[in-house]
Nanobody
């Protein structure tokens, strides 16, 4: 069982930055692929970024490529999402998720554990 707790969300103006953190419980964090997803009001959940166990492989949605960076610190059981040049369309609840896998996974259905989410609001 893995528990995930996101933090770092908030209200920012367009063009500014935020860093989300996701702290995981348990001793096996380094065995999980981690991902970030988001869901805007009235829209389906969408993939944002993923990172494999070692941190050596990452993948991004086209909408955030070049602006967002996913990273992890296995010693701290934490995964991060650095979000730069934020846009109003980035407004959503952001969720981190964990998958018992060595692959970099984009499909949310393959993730085993989810956090409760953190709200990010970008004003224009």
């Amino acid at each position: 069982q893995v528990q995930l707790v996101e933090s770092g969300g908030g209200l920012v103006q367009a063009g500014n930055s935020l860093r989300l953190s996701c702290a995981a419980s348990g001793r096996t964090f380094s065995r999980y692929t981690m991902g970030w997803f988001r869901q805007a009001p009235g829209k389906e959940r969408e993939f944002v970024a993923a990172i494999n166990r070692s941190g050596g492989s990452t993948y991004y949605a086209d909408s955030v490529k070049g602006r967002f960076t996913i990273s992890r610190d296995n010693a701290k059981n934490t995964v991060y999402l650095q979000m730069n040049s934020l846009k109003p369309e980035d407004t959503a609840v952001y969720y981190c998720a964990a998958a018992w896998s060595s692959a970099t996974i984009l499909d949310g259905r393959e993730y085993d554990y989810w956090g409760q989410g953190t709200q990010v609001t970008v004003s224009s």
